[in-house]
Protein backbone atom coordinates (compact mmCIF):
# COMPACT_ATOMS: atom_id res chain seq x y z
CA UNK A 1 0.00 0.00 0.00
CA UNK A 2 2.59 1.94 0.90
CA UNK A 3 4.66 1.43 -2.34
CA UNK A 4 1.90 2.46 -4.20
CA UNK A 5 1.08 5.36 -2.44
CA UNK A 6 4.52 6.46 -2.90
CA UNK A 7 4.74 5.50 -7.03
CA UNK A 8 1.42 7.07 -7.41
CA UNK A 9 3.05 10.39 -5.73
CA UNK A 10 6.18 10.09 -7.14
CA UNK A 11 4.83 9.80 -10.69
CA UNK A 12 2.50 12.86 -10.09
CA UNK A 13 5.66 14.69 -9.04
CA UNK A 14 7.73 14.01 -11.85
CA UNK A 15 6.44 12.67 -15.10
CA UNK A 16 3.10 12.73 -17.00
CA UNK A 17 0.00 12.05 -14.90
CA UNK A 18 -0.42 7.79 -14.22
CA UNK A 19 -3.56 6.26 -15.25
CA UNK A 20 -5.98 5.10 -13.14
CA UNK A 21 -5.04 1.61 -11.91
CA UNK A 22 -6.49 -1.24 -13.36
CA UNK A 23 -9.83 -2.31 -11.73
CA UNK A 24 -8.49 -5.58 -10.52
CA UNK A 25 -5.23 -6.21 -9.61
CA UNK A 26 -3.69 -10.37 -9.14
CA UNK A 27 -4.54 -13.32 -10.90
CA UNK A 28 -7.75 -14.79 -12.58
CA UNK A 29 -8.58 -18.60 -11.80
CA UNK A 30 -5.85 -21.11 -12.15
CA UNK A 31 -6.12 -24.76 -12.87
CA UNK A 32 -3.53 -27.25 -14.50
CA UNK A 33 -5.19 -29.61 -16.72
CA UNK A 34 -8.37 -27.33 -18.53
CA UNK A 35 -9.97 -23.97 -18.60
CA UNK A 36 -12.97 -22.54 -20.09
CA UNK A 37 -13.77 -18.92 -20.26
CA UNK A 38 -17.10 -18.09 -21.25
CA UNK A 39 -20.53 -15.37 -20.68
CA UNK A 40 -21.82 -17.64 -18.43
CA UNK A 41 -21.12 -19.61 -15.62
CA UNK A 42 -23.43 -22.42 -16.81
CA UNK A 43 -21.97 -22.45 -20.09
CA UNK A 44 -18.20 -22.36 -18.34
CA UNK A 45 -19.65 -25.25 -16.32
CA UNK A 46 -20.63 -27.13 -19.10
CA UNK A 47 -17.47 -27.36 -21.16
CA UNK A 48 -15.14 -27.88 -18.14
CA UNK A 49 -17.39 -31.05 -17.31
CA UNK A 50 -16.98 -32.06 -21.21
CA UNK A 51 -12.91 -31.68 -20.78
CA UNK A 52 -13.34 -33.80 -17.35
CA UNK A 53 -15.01 -36.31 -19.82
CA UNK A 54 -11.88 -36.49 -22.11
CA UNK A 55 -13.27 -34.15 -24.13
CA UNK A 56 -11.02 -31.96 -26.20
CA UNK A 57 -11.10 -28.18 -26.66
CA UNK A 58 -13.35 -28.64 -30.26
CA UNK A 59 -15.94 -30.89 -27.88
CA UNK A 60 -16.11 -28.48 -25.05
CA UNK A 61 -15.88 -25.76 -27.65
CA UNK A 62 -19.96 -27.05 -29.35
CA UNK A 63 -20.87 -27.46 -25.98
CA UNK A 64 -20.30 -24.59 -24.70
CA UNK A 65 -22.31 -22.60 -28.04
CA UNK A 66 -24.99 -24.59 -27.60
CA UNK A 67 -24.99 -23.85 -23.58
CA UNK A 68 -24.59 -20.05 -24.08
CA UNK A 69 -27.93 -20.27 -26.42
CA UNK A 70 -29.72 -21.21 -23.82
CA UNK A 71 -28.18 -19.37 -20.82
CA UNK A 72 -27.36 -16.31 -22.23
CA UNK A 73 -30.34 -15.72 -25.29
CA UNK A 74 -29.21 -11.89 -25.70
CA UNK A 75 -25.53 -13.18 -27.70
CA UNK A 76 -25.40 -16.87 -27.39
CA UNK A 77 -27.56 -18.53 -30.11
CA UNK A 78 -27.82 -21.07 -32.86
CA UNK A 79 -29.70 -18.26 -34.74
CA UNK A 80 -26.85 -16.32 -35.75
CA UNK A 81 -23.04 -17.46 -36.68
CA UNK A 82 -19.48 -17.02 -35.24
CA UNK A 83 -15.78 -18.05 -36.15
CA UNK A 84 -13.41 -20.22 -34.48
CA UNK A 85 -9.67 -20.09 -34.19
CA UNK A 86 -7.90 -23.18 -33.29
CA UNK A 87 -4.59 -24.15 -32.24
CA UNK A 88 -3.77 -28.09 -31.74
CA UNK A 89 -1.45 -29.07 -29.55
CA UNK A 90 1.26 -29.77 -32.33
CA UNK A 91 0.60 -25.98 -33.45
CA UNK A 92 -1.14 -26.55 -36.47
CA UNK A 93 -3.66 -23.79 -36.86
CA UNK A 94 -7.01 -23.57 -38.71
CA UNK A 95 -10.06 -21.29 -38.48
CA UNK A 96 -13.52 -21.87 -39.03
CA UNK A 97 -16.18 -19.47 -40.60
CA UNK A 98 -19.86 -19.84 -39.90
CA UNK A 99 -20.56 -15.96 -40.39
CA UNK A 100 -24.44 -15.75 -41.51
CA UNK A 101 -24.95 -15.04 -45.35
CA UNK A 102 -27.20 -12.83 -46.90
CA UNK A 103 -30.07 -14.80 -48.33
CA UNK A 104 -30.74 -15.45 -52.13
CA UNK A 105 -33.27 -12.95 -52.61
CA UNK A 106 -31.43 -10.06 -50.98
CA UNK A 107 -30.21 -7.51 -52.46
CA UNK A 108 -27.46 -4.14 -52.41
CA UNK A 109 -30.61 -1.65 -51.83
CA UNK A 110 -33.21 -3.79 -49.55
CA UNK A 111 -32.69 -1.54 -46.59
CA UNK A 112 -33.70 1.89 -48.71
CA UNK A 113 -36.63 3.35 -49.62
CA UNK A 114 -37.39 4.34 -53.41
CA UNK A 115 -35.94 7.65 -53.06
CA UNK A 116 -32.74 5.73 -52.07
CA UNK A 117 -32.60 6.66 -48.38
CA UNK A 118 -32.27 4.23 -45.58
CA UNK A 119 -34.73 3.24 -43.84
CA UNK A 120 -34.40 3.67 -40.34
CA UNK A 121 -33.95 0.15 -38.21
CA UNK A 122 -35.07 -1.68 -40.94
CA UNK A 123 -31.72 -3.91 -40.82
CA UNK A 124 -31.61 -3.70 -37.22
CA UNK A 125 -35.24 -5.35 -35.92
CA UNK A 126 -37.77 -7.51 -36.98
CA UNK A 127 -37.51 -10.98 -39.80
CA UNK A 128 -35.62 -8.81 -42.78
CA UNK A 129 -32.98 -7.79 -40.36
CA UNK A 130 -32.02 -11.59 -40.23
CA UNK A 131 -28.99 -13.61 -42.32
CA UNK A 132 -28.77 -17.57 -42.78
CA UNK A 133 -28.02 -18.65 -39.40
CA UNK A 134 -24.53 -20.50 -39.47
CA UNK A 135 -24.11 -21.75 -35.83
CA UNK A 136 -25.56 -24.96 -36.32
CA UNK A 137 -23.55 -25.88 -39.24
CA UNK A 138 -20.17 -24.48 -37.47
CA UNK A 139 -20.41 -26.80 -34.91
CA UNK A 140 -21.28 -29.85 -36.93
CA UNK A 141 -18.15 -28.91 -38.86
CA UNK A 142 -15.85 -28.21 -36.35
CA UNK A 143 -16.86 -31.78 -34.67
CA UNK A 144 -16.81 -34.04 -37.92
CA UNK A 145 -12.97 -32.79 -38.05
CA UNK A 146 -11.48 -32.58 -34.55
CA UNK A 147 -14.62 -33.61 -32.19
CA UNK A 148 -13.81 -36.69 -30.07
CA UNK A 149 -16.51 -37.37 -27.73
CA UNK A 150 -20.13 -38.34 -29.37
CA UNK A 151 -21.95 -35.22 -31.33
CA UNK A 152 -24.92 -36.17 -29.04
CA UNK A 153 -22.84 -35.86 -25.47
CA UNK A 154 -22.05 -32.43 -26.43
CA UNK A 155 -25.73 -31.00 -27.35
CA UNK A 156 -27.21 -32.67 -24.01
CA UNK A 157 -26.20 -30.24 -21.31
CA UNK A 158 -27.75 -27.47 -23.41
CA UNK A 159 -30.96 -29.71 -23.77
CA UNK A 160 -31.16 -30.29 -20.13
CA UNK A 161 -30.26 -26.47 -19.41
CA UNK A 162 -33.15 -25.67 -21.75
CA UNK A 163 -35.62 -28.50 -20.37
CA UNK A 164 -34.70 -27.77 -16.19
CA UNK A 165 -34.31 -24.19 -16.93
CA UNK A 166 -31.91 -21.17 -15.89
CA UNK A 167 -31.34 -19.11 -13.16
CA UNK A 168 -31.40 -15.43 -14.16
CA UNK A 169 -29.01 -13.22 -13.29
CA UNK A 170 -29.64 -9.51 -12.52
CA UNK A 171 -28.26 -8.56 -15.79
CA UNK A 172 -29.96 -10.91 -17.78
CA UNK A 173 -33.64 -10.21 -15.76
CA UNK A 174 -32.69 -6.37 -16.80
CA UNK A 175 -31.78 -7.32 -20.51
CA UNK A 176 -34.93 -9.37 -21.01
CA UNK A 177 -37.13 -6.42 -18.83
CA UNK A 178 -35.52 -3.81 -21.17
CA UNK A 179 -36.24 -5.52 -24.32
CA UNK A 180 -39.66 -6.34 -23.65
CA UNK A 181 -41.06 -3.41 -25.91
CA UNK A 182 -38.99 -4.91 -29.03
CA UNK A 183 -40.03 -8.42 -28.05
CA UNK A 184 -43.52 -7.25 -28.74
CA UNK A 185 -42.95 -5.03 -31.32
CA UNK A 186 -40.70 -6.90 -33.75
CA UNK A 187 -42.54 -10.35 -33.16
CA UNK A 188 -46.10 -11.43 -34.50
CA UNK A 189 -46.67 -13.48 -31.88
CA UNK A 190 -46.09 -12.78 -28.08
CA UNK A 191 -42.64 -14.90 -27.31
CA UNK A 192 -41.91 -16.70 -24.35
CA UNK A 193 -39.05 -14.11 -23.13
CA UNK A 194 -41.75 -11.56 -22.61
CA UNK A 195 -43.89 -12.42 -19.08
CA UNK A 196 -46.69 -9.62 -18.04
CA UNK A 197 -45.08 -9.15 -14.27
CA UNK A 198 -41.12 -8.54 -14.71
CA UNK A 199 -38.10 -10.93 -14.38
CA UNK A 200 -36.37 -10.82 -11.29
CA UNK A 201 -32.89 -12.16 -10.32
CA UNK A 202 -33.59 -15.86 -9.25
CA UNK A 203 -36.32 -16.60 -11.38
CA UNK A 204 -35.91 -19.78 -13.32
CA UNK A 205 -36.42 -19.44 -17.56
CA UNK A 206 -37.60 -22.62 -19.00
CA UNK A 207 -37.03 -22.73 -23.18
CA UNK A 208 -39.27 -25.99 -23.71
CA UNK A 209 -39.71 -25.29 -27.26
CA UNK A 210 -35.54 -24.54 -27.86
CA UNK A 211 -35.22 -27.77 -25.88
CA UNK A 212 -37.24 -29.51 -28.58
CA UNK A 213 -35.38 -28.22 -31.69
CA UNK A 214 -31.59 -29.24 -30.05
CA UNK A 215 -33.27 -32.68 -29.67
CA UNK A 216 -33.57 -32.73 -33.25
CA UNK A 217 -30.03 -31.06 -33.73
CA UNK A 218 -28.52 -34.10 -31.49
CA UNK A 219 -30.77 -36.62 -33.44
CA UNK A 220 -30.02 -35.03 -37.08
CA UNK A 221 -26.95 -33.32 -36.61
CA UNK A 222 -26.89 -30.06 -39.41
CA UNK A 223 -30.17 -31.51 -41.00
CA UNK A 224 -32.20 -31.31 -37.48
CA UNK A 225 -31.55 -27.39 -37.84
CA UNK A 226 -30.95 -26.72 -42.14
CA UNK A 227 -33.74 -29.65 -43.05
CA UNK A 228 -37.22 -31.29 -41.79
CA UNK A 229 -38.72 -29.69 -39.08
CA UNK A 230 -36.61 -26.87 -37.96
CA UNK A 231 -36.34 -25.30 -41.41
CA UNK A 232 -40.40 -25.84 -41.94
CA UNK A 233 -40.60 -23.15 -38.60
CA UNK A 234 -37.88 -20.72 -39.66
CA UNK A 235 -39.61 -20.61 -43.48
CA UNK A 236 -43.03 -20.23 -41.87
CA UNK A 237 -41.50 -17.97 -39.27
CA UNK A 238 -40.41 -15.59 -41.97
CA UNK A 239 -43.63 -15.76 -43.77
CA UNK A 240 -45.47 -14.38 -41.27
CA UNK A 241 -43.09 -11.25 -40.72
CA UNK A 242 -42.16 -10.13 -44.28
CA UNK A 243 -38.71 -12.15 -44.04
CA UNK A 244 -37.24 -13.60 -46.70
CA UNK A 245 -34.84 -16.89 -45.44
CA UNK A 246 -36.03 -20.03 -47.86
CA UNK A 247 -35.67 -23.93 -47.71
CA UNK A 248 -32.78 -23.30 -50.52
CA UNK A 249 -30.88 -20.98 -48.51
CA UNK A 250 -31.06 -23.30 -45.54
CA UNK A 251 -29.89 -26.07 -47.44
CA UNK A 252 -27.43 -24.19 -49.06
CA UNK A 253 -25.48 -22.80 -45.79
CA UNK A 254 -22.31 -24.01 -45.40
CA UNK A 255 -19.35 -22.93 -42.86
CA UNK A 256 -15.57 -22.59 -44.80
CA UNK A 257 -12.36 -23.22 -43.29
CA UNK A 258 -10.11 -20.55 -43.66
CA UNK A 259 -6.17 -19.91 -43.50
CA UNK A 260 -5.61 -17.53 -40.72
CA UNK A 261 -4.02 -14.40 -40.77
CA UNK A 262 -0.43 -14.53 -38.85
CA UNK A 263 1.96 -12.13 -37.94
CA UNK A 264 5.11 -11.44 -35.67
CA UNK A 265 4.73 -9.15 -32.70
CA UNK A 266 8.13 -8.86 -30.51
CA UNK A 267 8.82 -12.46 -29.04
CA UNK A 268 4.96 -13.72 -30.49
CA UNK A 269 2.90 -15.07 -32.89
CA UNK A 270 -0.94 -13.86 -33.38
CA UNK A 271 -3.16 -16.31 -35.17
CA UNK A 272 -6.06 -14.43 -36.00
CA UNK A 273 -9.67 -14.27 -38.09
CA UNK A 274 -9.32 -13.49 -41.91
CA UNK A 275 -11.74 -12.00 -44.32
CA UNK A 276 -14.85 -11.74 -43.44
CA UNK A 277 -13.46 -10.79 -40.59
CA UNK A 278 -12.44 -7.50 -40.69
CA UNK A 279 -10.38 -8.34 -36.99
CA UNK A 280 -7.39 -10.33 -37.63
CA UNK A 281 -6.39 -7.69 -40.36
CA UNK A 282 -6.57 -4.77 -38.40
CA UNK A 283 -5.00 -6.36 -34.81
CA UNK A 284 -2.17 -7.16 -36.91
CA UNK A 285 -1.97 -3.64 -38.48
CA UNK A 286 -2.33 -2.02 -35.38
CA UNK A 287 0.26 -4.13 -33.88
CA UNK A 288 2.80 -3.53 -36.84
CA UNK A 289 2.02 0.39 -36.69
CA UNK A 290 3.02 0.42 -32.77
CA UNK A 291 5.78 -1.93 -33.19
CA UNK A 292 8.16 1.12 -33.33
CA UNK A 293 6.89 3.14 -29.88
CA UNK A 294 7.87 1.68 -26.64
CA UNK A 295 4.48 1.44 -24.81
CA UNK A 296 5.92 0.04 -21.97
CA UNK A 297 8.29 2.66 -21.12
CA UNK A 298 5.44 5.57 -22.01
CA UNK A 299 3.23 3.50 -19.47
CA UNK A 300 -0.32 2.24 -19.55
CA UNK A 301 -3.38 4.26 -20.32
CA UNK A 302 -0.92 7.46 -20.34
CA UNK A 303 -1.47 10.26 -23.04
CA UNK A 304 1.31 9.34 -24.75
CA UNK A 305 0.12 5.77 -25.15
CA UNK A 306 -2.99 6.36 -25.50
CA UNK A 307 -2.45 9.15 -28.48
CA UNK A 308 0.03 6.52 -30.64
CA UNK A 309 -2.58 3.83 -30.24
CA UNK A 310 -5.42 5.96 -31.10
CA UNK A 311 -3.98 7.20 -34.09
CA UNK A 312 -2.95 3.98 -35.50
CA UNK A 313 -6.57 2.90 -34.81
CA UNK A 314 -8.25 5.41 -36.70
CA UNK A 315 -6.09 4.62 -40.20
CA UNK A 316 -6.46 1.01 -39.54
CA UNK A 317 -10.58 1.96 -39.20
CA UNK A 318 -10.09 3.64 -42.42
CA UNK A 319 -8.57 0.82 -44.22
CA UNK A 320 -11.31 -1.70 -43.06
CA UNK A 321 -14.26 1.07 -44.44
CA UNK A 322 -12.89 0.73 -47.65
CA UNK A 323 -11.05 -2.46 -48.52
CA UNK A 324 -12.37 -5.03 -46.09
CA UNK A 325 -15.30 -7.17 -47.26
CA UNK A 326 -16.49 -11.26 -47.39
CA UNK A 327 -12.95 -12.45 -50.01
CA UNK A 328 -15.72 -15.26 -51.65
CA UNK A 329 -17.16 -11.96 -53.57
CA UNK A 330 -14.50 -9.00 -53.08
CA UNK A 331 -11.15 -9.00 -53.71
CA UNK A 332 -9.25 -7.90 -50.73
CA UNK A 333 -5.51 -6.43 -50.52
CA UNK A 334 -4.72 -8.71 -47.77
CA UNK A 335 -1.19 -8.59 -48.68
CA UNK A 336 -1.14 -4.68 -49.21
CA UNK A 337 -3.07 -4.11 -46.13
CA UNK A 338 -0.06 -5.90 -44.17
CA UNK A 339 2.70 -4.97 -45.99
CA UNK A 340 5.71 -3.95 -43.57
CA UNK A 341 6.12 -1.20 -46.03
CA UNK A 342 2.66 0.53 -46.14
CA UNK A 343 2.11 0.04 -42.37
CA UNK A 344 5.89 2.19 -41.65
CA UNK A 345 4.26 4.69 -43.90
CA UNK A 346 1.18 4.29 -42.01
CA UNK A 347 3.29 4.86 -38.82
CA UNK A 348 5.23 7.58 -39.87
CA UNK A 349 2.19 9.52 -40.75
CA UNK A 350 1.54 9.61 -37.08
CA UNK A 351 2.76 12.98 -35.29
CA UNK A 352 3.17 12.60 -31.90
CA UNK A 353 2.47 15.93 -30.83
CA UNK A 354 -1.00 16.32 -32.20
CA UNK A 355 -4.34 14.29 -33.34
CA UNK A 356 -4.53 13.57 -37.13
CA UNK A 357 -8.17 14.72 -37.98
CA UNK A 358 -9.81 11.86 -39.56
CA UNK A 359 -10.65 13.79 -42.26
CA UNK A 360 -7.54 13.94 -43.16
CA UNK A 361 -6.95 9.92 -43.23
CA UNK A 362 -8.33 8.03 -46.07
CA UNK A 363 -7.29 4.29 -46.57
CA UNK A 364 -4.31 3.27 -48.37
CA UNK A 365 -4.25 2.22 -52.18
CA UNK A 366 -3.48 -0.92 -53.43
CA UNK A 367 -2.59 -2.50 -56.39
CA UNK A 368 -4.64 -5.92 -56.17
CA UNK A 369 -1.74 -8.52 -56.39
CA UNK A 370 -4.35 -11.10 -55.50
CA UNK A 371 -7.20 -12.52 -55.61
CA UNK A 372 -25.28 -4.54 -28.96
CA UNK A 373 -24.35 -8.39 -28.06
CA UNK A 374 -21.92 -10.31 -29.30
CA UNK A 375 -20.11 -13.27 -27.07
CA UNK A 376 -16.47 -14.96 -26.80
CA UNK A 377 -15.13 -17.75 -25.11
CA UNK A 378 -11.46 -19.17 -24.69
CA UNK A 379 -10.69 -22.88 -24.30
CA UNK A 380 -7.82 -24.97 -23.26
CA UNK A 381 -7.68 -28.53 -23.09
CA UNK A 382 -5.31 -30.75 -21.31
CA UNK A 383 -3.14 -31.53 -24.20
CA UNK A 384 -2.60 -27.81 -25.00
CA UNK A 385 -5.44 -27.86 -27.59
CA UNK A 386 -7.18 -24.19 -27.97
CA UNK A 387 -10.06 -22.56 -29.17
CA UNK A 388 -11.07 -18.98 -29.68
CA UNK A 389 -14.32 -18.54 -30.38
CA UNK A 390 -16.82 -15.66 -30.96
CA UNK A 391 -20.23 -15.85 -31.79
CA UNK A 392 -23.07 -13.59 -32.47
CA UNK A 393 -26.70 -12.65 -33.17
CA UNK A 394 -25.39 -9.30 -33.70
CA UNK A 395 -27.67 -6.66 -31.46
CA UNK A 396 -28.50 -7.83 -28.27
CA UNK A 397 -31.16 -10.71 -29.07
CA UNK A 398 -30.51 -10.10 -32.36
CA UNK A 399 -33.30 -8.98 -34.76
CA UNK A 400 -35.56 -9.36 -31.25
CA UNK A 401 -37.69 -12.24 -33.18
CA UNK A 402 -37.90 -15.93 -32.22
CA UNK A 403 -38.82 -18.44 -34.39
CA UNK A 404 -42.18 -19.49 -32.71
CA UNK A 405 -42.26 -23.28 -33.28
CA UNK A 406 -38.59 -23.44 -32.53
CA UNK A 407 -37.69 -21.26 -29.40
CA UNK A 408 -34.78 -18.99 -30.82
CA UNK A 409 -33.68 -15.97 -31.99
CA UNK A 410 -32.89 -14.34 -35.04
CA UNK A 411 -29.79 -12.57 -35.28
CA UNK A 412 -29.86 -8.89 -37.22
CA UNK A 413 -26.45 -9.75 -38.92
CA UNK A 414 -28.06 -7.73 -42.14
CA UNK A 415 -26.76 -4.64 -40.72
CA UNK A 416 -23.34 -5.34 -41.01
CA UNK A 417 -23.44 -4.69 -44.11
CA UNK A 418 -23.13 -1.79 -45.68
CA UNK A 419 -26.96 -0.80 -46.80
CA UNK A 420 -25.50 2.10 -48.69
CA UNK A 421 -22.33 3.81 -49.35
CA UNK A 422 -20.95 5.85 -46.20
CA UNK A 423 -24.28 5.21 -44.17
CA UNK A 424 -22.83 3.81 -40.38
CA UNK A 425 -24.46 0.88 -39.34
CA UNK A 426 -25.39 0.33 -35.59
CA UNK A 427 -21.53 0.52 -34.69
CA UNK A 428 -21.20 3.77 -36.71
CA UNK A 429 -19.21 2.20 -38.97
CA UNK A 430 -18.79 2.95 -42.77
CA UNK A 431 -18.34 1.00 -46.08
CA UNK A 432 -18.50 0.64 -49.43
CA UNK A 433 -18.93 -1.56 -52.62
CA UNK A 434 -16.66 -4.29 -50.35
CA UNK A 435 -19.30 -4.78 -48.19
CA UNK A 436 -22.38 -4.12 -49.88
CA UNK A 437 -24.90 -6.71 -49.37
CA UNK A 438 -25.09 -9.61 -52.40
CA UNK A 439 -27.35 -13.22 -52.92
CA UNK A 440 -25.09 -15.15 -50.14
CA UNK A 441 -22.24 -13.29 -49.20
CA UNK A 442 -21.19 -12.77 -46.04
CA UNK A 443 -21.61 -9.53 -43.79
CA UNK A 444 -18.16 -8.17 -42.75
CA UNK A 445 -17.11 -8.31 -39.50
CA UNK A 446 -14.80 -7.34 -36.00
CA UNK A 447 -15.27 -10.48 -34.70
CA UNK A 448 -11.11 -11.16 -33.35
CA UNK A 449 -10.83 -14.01 -31.45
CA UNK A 450 -7.26 -14.96 -31.43
CA UNK A 451 -4.63 -16.94 -30.49
CA UNK A 452 -0.65 -16.12 -29.04
CA UNK A 453 2.16 -18.11 -29.36
CA UNK A 454 5.33 -16.90 -27.20
CA UNK A 455 8.63 -18.68 -29.12
CA UNK A 456 6.73 -21.51 -30.54
CA UNK A 457 4.46 -22.06 -27.70
CA UNK A 458 0.93 -21.81 -27.16
CA UNK A 459 0.74 -18.28 -24.69
CA UNK A 460 -2.83 -16.38 -24.77
CA UNK A 461 -6.34 -17.41 -26.02
CA UNK A 462 -8.61 -14.12 -26.18
CA UNK A 463 -11.45 -11.92 -27.95
CA UNK A 464 -14.45 -10.39 -26.87
CA UNK A 465 -17.92 -8.62 -28.17
CA UNK A 466 -18.35 -4.97 -28.63
CA UNK A 467 -19.11 -4.53 -32.24
CA UNK A 468 -16.53 -2.10 -34.00
CA UNK A 469 -14.72 -1.71 -30.23
CA UNK A 470 -13.82 -5.53 -30.16
CA UNK A 471 -10.37 -4.94 -32.68
CA UNK A 472 -9.63 -2.55 -30.40
CA UNK A 473 -10.35 -4.19 -26.84
CA UNK A 474 -8.49 -7.48 -27.96
CA UNK A 475 -5.40 -5.13 -28.87
CA UNK A 476 -5.32 -3.62 -25.82
CA UNK A 477 -6.02 -6.87 -23.30
CA UNK A 478 -2.50 -7.96 -25.66
CA UNK A 479 -0.53 -4.77 -24.84
CA UNK A 480 -1.99 -5.02 -21.59
CA UNK A 481 -0.21 -8.02 -20.67
CA UNK A 482 2.55 -8.48 -23.29
CA UNK A 483 3.83 -4.39 -22.26
CA UNK A 484 2.45 -3.63 -19.21
CA UNK A 485 2.98 -7.29 -17.34
CA UNK A 486 -0.69 -7.54 -16.26
CA UNK A 487 -1.92 -10.73 -15.47
CA UNK A 488 -4.77 -12.18 -17.26
CA UNK A 489 -7.55 -10.88 -14.78
CA UNK A 490 -5.74 -7.82 -14.82
CA UNK A 491 -5.62 -7.47 -18.40
CA UNK A 492 -9.28 -8.02 -19.08
CA UNK A 493 -10.89 -6.11 -16.26
CA UNK A 494 -8.43 -2.84 -17.08
CA UNK A 495 -10.45 -0.33 -18.40
CA UNK A 496 -10.70 0.67 -22.46
CA UNK A 497 -10.87 3.18 -24.84
CA UNK A 498 -11.19 2.93 -28.62
CA UNK A 499 -10.68 5.44 -31.69
CA UNK A 500 -12.21 3.95 -35.38
CA UNK A 501 -11.54 6.92 -37.63
CA UNK A 502 -15.41 7.88 -37.85
CA UNK A 503 -16.62 9.36 -35.81
CA UNK A 504 -12.90 11.26 -35.05
CA UNK A 505 -13.37 10.87 -31.52
CA UNK A 506 -11.63 8.61 -28.47
CA UNK A 507 -14.87 6.56 -26.95
CA UNK A 508 -13.18 5.41 -23.16
CA UNK A 509 -14.76 4.13 -20.13
CA UNK A 510 -15.65 6.28 -17.63
CA UNK A 511 -12.34 6.16 -15.51
CA UNK A 512 -10.22 5.00 -18.02
CA UNK A 513 -8.44 8.38 -18.42
CA UNK A 514 -7.54 10.44 -15.34
CA UNK A 515 -8.71 14.38 -15.82
CA UNK A 516 -4.87 15.17 -16.45
CA UNK A 517 -4.48 12.39 -19.12
CA UNK A 518 -8.01 13.92 -20.95
CA UNK A 519 -6.41 17.24 -20.84
CA UNK A 520 -3.61 16.15 -22.27
CA UNK A 521 -5.15 14.20 -25.29
CA UNK A 522 -7.25 17.49 -25.97
CA UNK A 523 -4.50 19.44 -25.69
CA UNK A 524 -3.20 17.36 -28.64
CA UNK A 525 -6.67 18.12 -30.20
CA UNK A 526 -8.57 15.13 -29.55
CA UNK A 527 -12.41 14.83 -28.74
CA UNK A 528 -13.41 12.09 -25.81
CA UNK A 529 -16.57 10.43 -25.28
CA UNK A 530 -16.99 8.52 -22.31
CA UNK A 531 -19.08 5.27 -21.92
CA UNK A 532 -19.33 2.74 -19.20
CA UNK A 533 -18.41 -0.16 -20.49
CA UNK A 534 -16.26 -1.49 -23.56
CA UNK A 535 -16.14 -5.23 -24.16
CA UNK A 536 -16.33 -8.25 -22.52
CA UNK A 537 -13.50 -10.00 -22.48
CA UNK A 538 -12.42 -13.84 -21.82
CA UNK A 539 -9.26 -15.17 -22.11
CA UNK A 540 -6.83 -17.37 -21.25
CA UNK A 541 -3.17 -16.84 -20.09
CA UNK A 542 -0.49 -19.84 -20.42
CA UNK A 543 1.37 -18.92 -17.26
CA UNK A 544 5.26 -20.55 -16.27
CA UNK A 545 5.19 -24.16 -15.64
CA UNK A 546 2.04 -24.79 -17.61
CA UNK A 547 -0.18 -23.16 -15.54
CA UNK A 548 -3.47 -21.80 -17.03
CA UNK A 549 -5.02 -18.54 -16.27
CA UNK A 550 -8.39 -17.72 -16.88
CA UNK A 551 -9.54 -13.83 -17.46
CA UNK A 552 -13.09 -13.18 -17.17
CA UNK A 553 -14.35 -9.49 -17.56
CA UNK A 554 -15.98 -7.91 -14.80
CA UNK A 555 -18.41 -6.58 -16.60
CA UNK A 556 -21.07 -9.28 -17.23
CA UNK A 557 -21.38 -12.50 -14.86
CA UNK A 558 -18.48 -13.86 -16.85
CA UNK A 559 -16.78 -16.67 -15.33
CA UNK A 560 -13.85 -18.84 -15.64
CA UNK A 561 -13.92 -22.51 -14.62
CA UNK A 562 -10.69 -24.76 -14.60
CA UNK A 563 -9.73 -27.92 -13.27
O1 LIG B 1 -19.58 -9.19 -36.44
C1 LIG B 1 -19.53 -8.10 -35.90
O2 LIG B 1 -18.56 -7.37 -35.97
C2 LIG B 1 -20.71 -7.65 -35.05
N1 LIG B 1 -21.90 -8.29 -35.51
C3 LIG B 1 -20.42 -7.96 -33.62
C4 LIG B 1 -21.53 -7.51 -32.71
C5 LIG B 1 -21.13 -7.34 -31.33
O3 LIG B 1 -20.01 -7.55 -30.94
C6 LIG B 1 -22.16 -6.85 -30.40
N2 LIG B 1 -21.66 -6.86 -29.06
N3 LIG B 1 -21.68 -6.14 -28.19
Partial sequence: MLRLLFLLVFNLLFFQPVAIL?????????????????????????????????????DAAVAVQFALAVTFPVAGNIGGGGFMVYRQKDGKVSTLDYREKAPAAASATMYQDSAGN??????????????????????????RKFGRLPWKDLVQPAIDLARHGVVLTQKEASGLNNNKENFTRYNTHLPYLVREQTWQKGDTLRHPALAATLERIRDRGREGFYAGETADMIVREMKTGNGIISHEDLKNYHSVWREPVTGQYRDYRVISMPPPSSGGVALLQLLTIIKPFDLSKSGWNTATTVHVMAEAERRVYADRAKHLGDPDFHRVPLAGLLSPDYLMSRMGSIDTGRATPSAAVQAGEFALRESDQTTHFSIVDRAGNAVSITTTLNGGYGAKVVVREAGFLLNNEMDDFSVKPGAPNMYGLVGGAANAIAPGKRMLSSMTPSILEKKGRLYMVVGTPGGSTIITSVFQTILNVVEHGMTMQEAVAAKRFHHQWLPDQILAENDALTPAVSAALEAKGHKIVYTPAIGRVDAILIRKKRKLEGGADPRGDDTAAGY
Fill in 22 to 58: PAQTGPGVTARNGMVVSAHPDASRAGVEILRKGGNAV
Fill in 118 to 143: VVPGLSMNGHLAAGVPGSVDGMAEAH
